[in-house]
């Protein structure tokens, strides 16, 4: 008997995987999560039947999440991650040497203790001595301080359910509030070929909160339609203004990645307006 994966991108279309066999399976407070041995992207995790991330593709989503932005900052030294159970993020984040303290804000448990116990290539820095995992809703988190962080990266699920309150101007202004003199900030901002009104949407809600928002994107092959928007933001810092590599062991992202990756398609230009020029 096979087994398959089949995720849904569109009501008619749908990535199919063959799995080889079920590792975990619990229905948390918050999710259906299950963990899965693939035959073409090593293990992944599934949440509510939407693949977040596999061994094989991650690096290049938790590269481009936390590269791009880290390194637009001179001396990132306190980092803010909101979602992020899985522990890929905040991996990346402390491949910074300037990184003193990493905050892992995650509202379900069940992902982290999970992805620690299953996925330790994509979980290992969650036990690092200046890594902090909090249980919270990122939501809740970022209402009541100020001047704390100097980078918030948000690693959501796609806008629905717990993670619809961290899409919105509400949100996006209290992350803004957060952020230090000089502080970057970087989202998954969702898939443009299928969702051009969603990841315009969201876009723009970020524009409301900082005076930089700029859209970049990466190719991952198991997120739906090849391409995969981010959004950078700032209180002034910009996009192109890169530091030299200060990391080792990357695979995806290099400072020619991080310029190209804002370079967009003119057939994307239109979803974020005369923004993309001025940026
Ligand atoms: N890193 C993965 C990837 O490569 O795409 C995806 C994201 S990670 C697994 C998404 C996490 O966001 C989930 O663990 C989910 O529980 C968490 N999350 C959703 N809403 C949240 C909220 N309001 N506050 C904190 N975490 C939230």
Redesign the pocket.
Known sequence: MELWLIERHTDRLSLNVKVEKTVYREKTR??DLAIVDTYEFGRA?I?DGVI??TERD?FI??EMLAHVPLHVHTNPERVLV?????G??IREVLRHPTVKEAHL????EA?VRACTTYMPSISCALSDPRVRVIID???EFVKDKAGEYDAVLV???DPSG??L??FNVEFYSNVARVLRDGGVFAA?TEQPFFEPDLVRRIFHMISQAFPVARPYLATIPTYSSWSWCFTFASKGEHAENVMPTRCTGLRYYSREVHLASFALPPFMHHLFEQDVATG
């Open positions: 918050y999710q995790l949440l977040q991330t991650e989503y938790h909101i979602g992020g159970g899985d890929g993020t804000v995650e509202i379900d992902v809703d990122g939501v690693d959501s699920t717990p993670s309150g961290l998954q």
